[in-house]
């Protein structure tokens, strides 16, 4: 009898833990949502397309495709987190493990994050997305009548005929890739054997585009800091470079007026002096000694285009003016050393991870068994060593973001605050969802962290590899290296550079008017 007893109070606990972790799945999930959903808000350009439409159906198509990239940015969002709040779990596990608050917490539920990211990502990249973009094309189809299920026909035709070409081509890669399992017969596996290296194959894309994005960030994210902390001004004397970028300032505003009012396109006679341009302001803010000679109208665009610089460095020396002189001298030294500091650690990180593999201490990602959480730390630091592996896995998710829109080639997707087009708005949803998904996978590879890759993640195969693991580590150590030290090494070789072409010219010899052959007589007549 107590057998019988003991039976349903197991079966009723299971029940519990499994509700209990669906509701905190469902919370965390509805944060993430609100939160793309106001940052979608934010870029999202509101046009005639969209919300000031007179045709209900376009409304309503636009306002479903607006769900769909929300979930999917919320599904980015998640494959972000996934690893500091897996590591902050294992951490807070092993340090209270009796804790009754946090019996909530264990492996089952950092599992089924890892799993329900997976198939949400999945599902968002090659569903969600193509169907959110179909659908706002879409018209229905020539004859039928118009309206809301026309277009959904319509998207989902055109959806089955797009991932049969898809599943296409992946059969085709596979069989030049893999051709052992390339047969008739694993044609109809694709729960089993196509999705997998379909997503396994964009997983590599995105690890490939982090490559390049993250050593670029390393670089970028320095001005990026820059233009929002006060620079140190060492023996320079800002309020004289204020009120002489003022009197500039007071002077193009006087000339502009003159010329709107009197109507010339130039300044007849031209001054004898221009002074717009004084000792103490920059190059890039310096007039043209030919701006007050311009004419068929251009004195006066020229004029507004300096003044609007001139305004521009009087704001910001007055900003620097009324700073105090610590969090001048002093933040903006020390924000530029920690982020100098987590690059060379990150570096250093990828370098031991290297040395390691080639030795043979540490195993590929695709081999490493399941992690079991709350056994161990995953730092030999104990939890400096998690918080370190955090803040670097944060410091490579900024670096890899402004990385990748700071790139030349990123400038036409790059999204703009309310006046980004939807159809760029679902691709940054997908460039994203792919770069998110690759995030863990980049973690692992470089060892930045040593908490294993949970579910799918760590079944990709290509993780088996170990000449692309190894080469993947070398490339992203060599990259980082060289656009570090060109940045900080940049200004320096321009220097000597000019210092040696001057010193050449002074040593060429000059050429002399009576070495000069002259013409003859004959040949002049």
């Given at each position: 009898?107590?057998?019988?007893?003991?039976?349903?109070d197991?079966?009723?606990?299971?029940?519990?833990?499994?509700?209990?972790?669906?509701?905190?799945?469902?919370?965390?999930?509805?944060?993430?949502?609100?939160?793309?959903?106001?940052?979608?808000?934010?870029?999202?350009r509101?046009g005639?397309?969209?919300?000031y439409?007179?045709d209900?159906?376009?409304?309503?198509?636009?306002?479903?495709?607006?769900?769909?990239?929300?979930?999917?940015?919320?599904?980015?969002?998640?494959?972000?987190?996934?690893?500091?709040i897996s590591?902050?779990?294992?951490?807070v596990?092993?340090?209270?493990p009796?804790?009754?608050?946090?019996?909530?917490?264990?492996?089952?539920?950092i599992q089924g994050?890892?799993?329900?990211?997976?198939?949400?990502?999945n599902l968002?990249?090659?569903i969600?997305?193509?169907?959110?973009y179909?659908?706002?094309?879409?018209?229905?189809?020539?004859?039928?009548?118009?309206?809301?299920?026309?277009?959904?026909?319509?998207?989902?035709i055109?959806l089955?005929?797009?991932?049969?070409?898809?599943?296409?081509?992946?059969?085709v890669?596979?069989?030049?890739i893999?051709?052992?399992?390339?047969?008739?017969?694993?044609i109809?596996?694709?729960?089993?054997?196509?999705?997998?290296?379909?997503y396994?194959?964009?997983s590599?894309?995105?690890?490939?585009?982090?490559?390049?994005?993250?050593?670029?960030?390393f670089v970028?994210?320095?001005?990026?800091?820059g233009?929002f902390?006060i620079?140190?001004?060492?023996?320079?004397?800002?309020n004289?470079?204020?009120?002489?970028?003022?009197?500039?300032?007071?002077?193009?505003?006087?000339?502009?007026?003159?010329?709107?009012?009197t109507?010339?396109?130039?300044?007849?006679?031209?001054?004898?002096?221009?002074?717009?341009?004084?000792p103490?302001?920059?190059?890039?803010?310096?007039?043209?000694?030919?701006?007050?000679?311009?004419?068929?109208?251009?004195?006066?665009s020229?004029?507004?285009?300096?003044?609007?610089?001139v305004?521009?460095r009087?704001?910001?020396?007055?900003?620097?003016?009324?700073?105090?002189?610590?969090r001048?001298?002093?933040?903006?030294?020390?924000a530029?050393?920690?982020?100098?500091?987590?690059?060379?650690?990150?570096?250093?990180?990828?370098v031991?991870?290297?040395?390691?593999?080639?030795?043979?201490?540490?195993?590929?990602?695709s081999?490493?068994k399941?992690f079991?959480?709350?056994?161990?730390?995953?730092?030999?630091?104990?939890?400096?060593?998690?918080?370190?592996e955090?803040?670097?896995i944060?410091?490579l998710?900024?670096?890899?973001?402004?990385?990748?829109y700071?790139?030349?080639?990123?400038?036409?997707?790059?999204?703009?605050?309310?006046?980004?087009?939807?159809?760029?708005?679902?691709?940054?949803?997908?460039?994203?969802?792919?770069?998110?998904?690759?995030?863990?996978?980049?973690?692992?590879?470089?060892?930045?962290?040593?908490?294993d890759?949970?579910?799918?993640?760590?079944?990709?195969?290509?993780?088996?590899?170990?000449?692309?693991v190894l080469?993947?580590?070398l490339?992203?150590?060599?990259?980082?290296?060289?656009?570090?030290?060109?940045?900080?090494?940049?200004?320096?070789?321009?220097?000597?550079?000019?210092?040696?072409?001057?010193?050449?010219?002074?040593?060429?010899p000059?050429i002399?008017?009576?070495?000069?052959?002259?013409?003859?007589?004959?040949?002049?007549?």
């Amino acid at each position: 009898m107590e057998d019988y007893e003991d039976e349903p109070d197991l079966n009723e606990q299971i029940f519990h833990n499994n509700v209990r972790e669906q509701i905190i799945f469902l919370l965390l999930f509805l944060l993430l949502y609100l939160f793309s959903f106001a940052l979608l808000g934010r870029f999202k350009r509101r046009g005639r397309e969209d919300y000031y439409s007179t045709d209900e159906d376009e409304v309503t198509v636009y306002r479903i495709s607006t769900w769909l990239c929300t979930f999917s940015l919320a599904v980015s969002v998640g494959a972000i987190l996934l690893l500091p709040i897996s590591i902050v779990s294992n951490e807070v596990l092993v340090n209270y493990p009796n804790s009754y608050y946090i019996k909530w917490l264990n492996s089952s539920l950092i599992q089924g994050l890892w799993n329900y990211v997976f198939i949400f990502s999945n599902l968002s990249l090659f569903i969600l997305l193509p169907f959110a973009y179909l659908f706002t094309e879409s018209e229905g189809f020539f004859g039928h009548r118009k309206g809301l299920m026309a277009r959904v026909y319509e998207t989902f035709i055109v959806l089955a005929l797009l991932g049969m070409v898809v599943l296409g081509m992946t059969y085709v890669i596979s069989a030049l890739i893999d051709k052992d399992n390339s047969s008739i017969q694993t044609i109809l596996n694709l729960t089993s054997y196509y999705l997998p290296f379909l997503y396994s194959c964009i997983s590599f894309l995105g690890v490939l585009i982090l490559l390049v994005c993250t050593p670029l960030g390393f670089v970028r994210l320095f001005d990026v800091v820059g233009q929002f902390l006060i620079k140190p001004q060492f023996l320079r004397d800002i309020n004289e470079e204020y009120f002489a970028c003022a009197m500039e300032e007071e002077s193009l505003r006087r000339r502009l007026k003159h010329a709107q009012n009197t109507g010339k396109s130039y300044v007849s006679p031209a001054p004898m002096s221009i002074g717009l341009s004084g000792p103490f302001i920059e190059e890039e803010y310096k007039l043209p000694e030919n701006l007050l000679r311009l004419r068929n109208g251009e004195l006066q665009s020229g004029l507004g285009a300096r003044l609007i610089a001139v305004e521009e460095r009087r704001k910001t020396l007055d900003k620097q003016r009324q700073t105090s002189s610590l969090r001048r001298n002093v933040v903006y030294p020390v924000a530029m050393l920690l982020l100098l500091g987590l690059t060379v650690i990150a570096v250093l990180l990828v370098v031991q991870n290297t040395l390691s593999l080639l030795i043979g201490i540490k195993a590929l990602p695709s081999s490493s068994k399941q992690f079991t959480l709350g056994v161990s730390s995953l730092s030999k630091l104990g939890p400096f060593g998690a918080a370190l592996e955090i803040v670097l896995i944060v410091y490579l998710i900024l670096t890899s973001s402004i990385g990748l829109y700071t790139a030349p080639c990123m400038r036409r997707v790059r999204p703009k605050p309310k006046s980004t087009p939807f159809c760029l708005v679902i691709g940054n949803c997908a460039l994203l969802l792919i770069i998110s998904s690759a995030l863990p996978l980049l973690s692992k590879i470089l060892g930045i962290t040593n908490f294993d890759l949970l579910g799918d993640f760590g079944s990709i195969e290509w993780l088996g590899n170990f000449k692309i693991v190894l080469l993947y580590n070398l490339s992203f150590a060599a990259a980082s290296t060289l656009c570090v030290v060109n940045k900080f090494t940049a200004k320096v070789r321009r220097e000597l550079y000019a210092r040696i072409l001057v010193l050449l010219e002074l040593n060429d010899p000059p050429i002399s008017i009576s070495s000069t052959p002259r013409p003859s007589l004959a040949k002049c007549e």
